[in-house]
């Protein structure tokens, strides 16, 4: 489920991004458009990114509403800013450093029951192993709530661009990002798994309160609620955690190393829907 195809390249899709880092998702998905991070270098751990202060909790859910088929805002222009910390540590010594980054829709494509959006930047870009980040390119394409990541998005969106194809087999459904309405348990995996073996999946996570008033410019939660569903991947060397709050998409993004000390922590800060 998030490498370079024709000329335009892709980061890697989801069940990629640990495995092979160097997004996620994703999903999904910053303010000024997207560019490399900005950073403050420090050779002291900085305090933990902070939350949005939790919504009140409400009754127990485990799946998100059918109206969630609308529920990621994959607009043209449309914009998330993140901030929060990477750590990274070398020769016995730890760096901790703030950082921005943003997510962009740069244009979507539509025909029929399909649509596509051409995404630039993405969370995992970070996970850059000491070297600067770059933010990468990427297709997200969706239809009736199941969002995939084609790993061949040149010539997806040709052939959505082309009127005489009927778009049959137009992805593959190992590509699988996100399938709406969330449900607790769900798992999305490259490969057959054996039963009760999740690692190397992502797997739908309990949902959580959150609060979207820390969120500038973030639409109202109106029936969408306010409960986040954290999806994680877990594998020997690391894990990775993409948090989706309906409406809004990804407003938190974790990855942590299990050897050698990578991390990133990022929470989104800012939304802006495009014109």
């Given at each position: 489920?998030?490498?370079?195809?024709?000329?335009?390249?892709?980061?890697?899709?989801?069940?990629?991004?640990?495995?092979?880092?160097?997004?996620l998702?994703?999903?999904?998905l910053t303010?000024?458009g997207c560019?490399?991070?900005?950073?403050v270098?420090?050779?002291?751990?900085?305090?933990?990114?902070s939350?949005?202060?939790?919504?009140?909790?409400?009754?127990p859910?485990?799946?998100t509403s059918?109206?969630?088929?609308?529920?990621?805002?994959?607009?043209?222009g449309?914009v998330?800013?993140?901030?929060?910390?990477?750590r990274?540590?070398?020769d016995?010594?730890v760096?901790?450093?703030?950082?921005?980054?943003?997510?962009?829709?740069?244009?979507?494509?539509?025909r029929?029951?399909?649509?596509?959006?051409?995404?630039?930047?993405?969370?995992?870009d970070?996970?850059?192993?000491?070297?600067?980040?770059?933010?990468?390119?990427?297709v997200?394409?969706?239809?009736?709530?199941?969002?995939?990541?084609?790993?061949?998005?040149?010539?997806?969106?040709?052939?959505?661009?082309?009127?005489r194809?009927?778009?049959?087999?137009?992805?593959?459904?190992?590509?699988?990002?996100?399938?709406?309405p969330?449900r607790?348990?769900?798992?999305?995996?490259?490969e057959?798994?054996?039963?009760?073996?999740?690692?190397?999946?992502?797997?739908?996570?309990?949902?959580?309160?959150?609060?979207?008033?820390?969120?500038?410019?973030a639409?109202?939660?109106?029936a969408?609620?306010?409960?986040?569903?954290?999806?994680m991947?877990?594998?020997?060397p690391?894990?990775?955690?993409?948090?989706?709050?309906p409406?809004?998409?990804?407003?938190?993004?974790?990855?942590?190393?299990?050897?050698t000390?990578?991390?990133?922590?990022?929470?989104?800060?800012?939304f802006?829907?495009?014109?």
């Amino acid at each position: 489920m998030l490498w370079s195809t024709g000329t335009l390249p892709i980061a890697p899709r989801l069940s990629s991004v640990i495995t092979r880092p160097g997004m996620l998702a994703c999903l999904l998905l910053t303010l000024s458009g997207c560019g490399p991070a900005t950073a403050v270098p420090s050779t002291t751990p900085a305090e933990p990114s902070s939350r949005p202060v939790p919504a009140a909790a409400g009754p127990p859910a485990t799946t998100t509403s059918p109206k969630d088929v609308l529920a990621l805002p994959l607009r043209t222009g449309a914009v998330w800013t993140y901030r929060g910390t990477t750590r990274r540590g070398e020769d016995d010594r730890v760096t901790t450093e703030a950082v921005t980054w943003t997510t962009k829709v740069l244009e979507v494509v539509q025909r029929g029951a399909w649509s596509a959006a051409v995404m630039e930047g993405h969370p995992g870009d970070l996970v850059s192993w000491g070297a600067a980040p770059t933010p990468s390119s990427y297709v997200i394409v969706w239809r009736d709530g199941r969002y995939y990541q084609p790993s061949t998005p040149a010539a997806v969106l040709a052939r959505l661009r082309d009127p005489r194809d009927e778009l049959d087999h137009l992805v593959d459904e190992a590509e699988l990002l996100l399938r709406l309405p969330l449900r607790v348990g769900d798992a999305y995996c490259d490969e057959p798994q054996t039963e009760g073996n999740t690692h190397y999946c992502w797997t739908v996570e309990p949902p959580q309160p959150w609060s979207r008033t820390s969120i500038t410019g973030a639409p109202p939660a109106s029936a969408l609620g306010e409960r986040a569903f954290p999806i994680m991947l877990r594998t020997l060397p690391d894990h990775t955690v993409l948090t989706y709050l309906p409406g809004l998409g990804l407003v938190a993004y974790t990855y942590a190393h299990h050897g050698t000390l990578e991390e990133v922590d990022l929470v989104l800060s800012s939304f802006t829907a495009g014109p």
